[in-house]
C-alpha cells in the first residue's frame, strides 16, 4: 500500500488503493526511475513540511519494499546495470543528507549565528532515520549473499557521504542537540554493522588482506577513506573551507582516524587542508591545523615526508608560530616540531664526536629562538609552556647545548626567581633542564657554579618560608633544587662541599640545613 502510494505520487505507475499485498517485481518500474524522481522531489521541495513527507516516505521504502528489486540492476547489460545503480544510489544519499545541510557562512570573517542552525537538528533526525532503513536493508541482503558476495559496491558507494553525515551531526557543536547527536550516533553504527567494520578507523582503512575471509562471509575488507575524501574536497578548497563549519571538523576527525601505513597513500589529500587550517589566523583553527600535521609526521615515513621537501614545507609552516603569543597554539608546535626535526636531520646529541666545528642546524634554530622568548616572557601561561617544553629539547641536544649556555643560564635564573602558584610548575621544569643541562655539558658548568648556586640557596630560603606552598609542592621544590645542588658540586669537582659546610643555623631554616646536608654527605660526579 505505501509503496503504491508513493510509486503514483511520483507518476510511476497507477495507485492500486484496495490492496495491501506488496507489488510483485515484475510489474514495478526500474529502480533507477525511482531514485531518480526521489531525488528531483527532495531537490525541489520547497516547504520543511514537504520535505519531511519525502523523508519519511523514503525511510518506508527501503523498510517494506522487496530487497531484489531495490539492490538489483534494470539493465541488460550487468556492467552498466551496476554502475547505473550505484550512481542513483549515490544521487539519492546525497541528496537526503543534504536536507540537513548546514547554512553556509557569507564570508571568512565570521560564522552563522546560533539561530541559523535552529532547524538543524530537528532535520537531521528522520535523515537518520532515513539513511539507517537503507543500511539495514542493504546490510542484509548483501550478507545474505543477494549481492553475489557482496561484490555489487553499493555500500561502498553510499557510505562515504553518510559517514561525512553522521559525523558531522554527533559532534557537540551549534548545530547539534543531544537527540540529533544520537541519531548520528545510531547512524554511524549502523554503517558499522552493515560492512561489519568493527571500528570508525577499520571503516576508513579497511582491514587488509587479513580479513579476505570477510569478504567471503559477505561482508567488506575495504576502507571508504578514499570516498570520504573525495567527499569533502570540493569544500575543502582554499576558497570554500572556511563557508561550513563543520568540514573542518568531519576532516580533522578522518585524518585523526588513520594511521600508518593507510595515511601516507593519501597524503597527497590530507597535507594541503592540514596546511590551510595551519596558517589560519584564527587561534582555534591554526591549533587543528597543527594538530593535524603533528598526526602527519608521527603516521608517515620519514622518506615519505621528506619527498618533494615536504618536511622542509611543514617546519617552515610550523616555525614561524614561534613568533605568536598565544600560549595554545605555542604548545602543539613545540610538541610537533620535535618529532618533525628528527626527519629533517639527526639529533645533535646522537653525533660522534669530530675535530671540525658543529654546524648549527634546525635544532639550534629551534631553542635559540625559544631561549630568546623564554627571557622576554611575563605571561604566566606562556611561560608554563615554555618550561614544559624545555626539558625534552635539551634531551635532544645533549652535549651541543653547550652552545646556548649563555641564553639558557639566564632563562634558568630568570625562572627560578618568579614564584609560580600553587604548583609551581615553571620552577619545577627550570629545575629538571638544570639537571638535564648538568649531565649532559657538565665540562661547561664550572665556570657557572657560583651564580647558579646563589640562586638555588634563594630559592631554598623562599621556598621554606613561604606559608602559601603545598607541603607536597614544597618538599618537591627543595628535593628538586637540593639535586640540582647535587650536580653543581659535581661538576665542580666538590668544590662546593666547603662553602656548603659554612651555613648554619644563623642563616637559615632547619629545613635548608637538612637539604644541604644531604649534599655534604654525598656528591653525585
Not at 290 to 305: M, N, Q, S
Not at 396 to 414: N, S, T
Not at 423 to 437: A, G, H, N, Y
Request: proline share 6%; aromatic share 4%.
Amino acid at each position: 500500500m505505501e509503496l503504491s502510494l508513493l510509486l503514483h505520487d511520483l507518476h510511476l505507475s497507477p495507485c492500486s488503493s484496495s490492496s495491501e499485498k506488496p507489488l510483485p517485481s515484475p510489474s514495478l518500474p526500474p529502480i533507477t526511475e525511482l531514485l531518480s524522481r526521489l531525488q528531483d522531489k527532495l531537490i525541489g521541495a520547497s516547504t520543511d513540511s514537504e520535505t519531511s513527507s519525502l523523508i519519511g516516505r523514503v525511510e518506508q521504502l527501503f523498510r517494506t519494499a522487496d530487497p531484489h528489486w531495490l539492490f538489483s540492476p534494470n539493465s541488460a547489460s550487468q556492467d552498466d546495470g551496476w554502475a547505473g545503480l550505484r550512481a542513483a544510489y549515490g544521487s539519492l544519499v546525497s541528496a537526503v543528507t543534504g536536507c540537513a545541510a548546514l547554512p553556509l557562512c557569507e564570508d571568512d570573517c565570521g560564522s552563522p549565528s546560533a539561530a541559523a542552525y535552529q532547524s538543524v537538528p530537528a532535520r537531521a533526525g528522520p535523515v537518520c532515520s532515513a539513511l539507517r532503513a537503507l543500511l539495514g536493508t542493504l546490510g542484509n541482503w548483501e550478507s545474505g549473499g543477494g549481492a553475489r558476495g557482496g561484490q555489487t559496491g553499493l555500500l561502498l558507494t553510499v557510505a562515504p557521504p553518510i559517514c561525512v553525515f553522521a559525523v558531522t551531526h554527533f559532534q557537540d557543536q551549534a548545530w547539534t542537540s543531544s537527540s540529533s547527536r544520537a541519531a548520528a550516533q545510531s547512524l554511524q553504527e549502523a554503517l558499522l554493522k552493515a560492512g561489519r567494520w568493527r571500528d570508525s578507523a577499520h571503516l576508513l582503512m579497511g582491514g587488509g588482506s587479513q580479513d579476505a575471509e570477510r569478504e567471503e562471509g559477505g561482508g567488506t575488507s575495504r576502507g571508504i577513506l578514499g570516498g570520504v575524501l573525495d567527499v569533502l574536497r570540493p569544500q575543502l578548497t582554499k576558497d570554500s573551507w572556511q563557508r561550513c563549519e563543520a568540514v573542518k571538523l568531519v576532516f580533522a576527525w578522518t585524518l585523526l582516524q588513520v594511521t600508518r601505513p593507510s595515511l601516507s597513500p593519501h597524503l597527497h589529500l590530507l597535507l594541503p587542508p592540514s596546511l590551510l587550517l595551519n596558517d589560519h589566523y584564527r587561534p582555534e583553527n591554526c591549533m587543528l591545523g597543527v594538530r593535524c600535521l603533528h598526526h602527519i609526521v608521527l603516521h608517515t615515513p620519514a622518506a615519505d615526508l621528506r619527498q618533494f621537501n615536504r618536511a622542509e614545507v611543514l617546519y617552515q609552516a610550523l616555525f614561524k608560530h614561534l613568533y605568536t603569543t598565544e600560549a595554545a597554539v605555542i604548545q602543539p608546535v613545540l610538541s610537533c616540531l620535535l618529532d618533525l626535526l628528527l626527519v629533517l636531520e639527526k639529533p645533535p646529541s646522537s653525533l660522534a664526536p669530530s675535530s671540525p666545528r658543529r654546524k648549527t642546524c634546525r635544532h639550534d634554530d629551534v631553542l635559540r629562538l625559544v631561549l630568546t622568548h623564554m627571557e622576554a616572557e611575563n605571561k604566566v601561561a606562556l611561560r608554563r609552556v615554555y618550561a614544559a617544553a624545555l626539558p625534552p629539547y635539551i634531551d635532544r641536544m645533549g652535549v651541543a647545548v653547550c652552545r646556548h649556555l649563555r641564553r639558557l643560564e639566564r632563562v634558568v635564573l630568570g625562572y627560578l626567581e618568579v614564584t609560580d602558584p600553587p604548583e609551581e610548575t615553571s620552577r619545577l621544569k627550570i629545575l629538571e633542564v638544570l639537571q638535564k643541562t648538568s649531565r649532559a655539558a657538565w665540562p661547561r658548568m664550572a665556570c657557572r657554579v657560583d651564580v647558579l648556586l646563589r640562586c638555588l640557596l634563594k630559592l631554598l630560603v623562599d621556598v621554606s618560608s613561604d606559608s602559601q606552598l603545598g607541603d607536597s609542592v614544597r618538599q618537591k621544590l627543595m628535593n628538586e633544587t637540593s639535586l640540582c645542588i647535587k650536580l653543581l658540586d659535581g661538576c665542580s669537582q666538590g668544590a662546593l662541599q666547603p662553602l656548603l659546610q659554612q651555613v648554619d643555623s644563623s642563616c637559615c631554616s632547619p629545613e635548608v640545613l637538612s637539604c644541604l646536608a644531604t649534599v655534604t654527605t654525598m656528591t653525585e660526579r
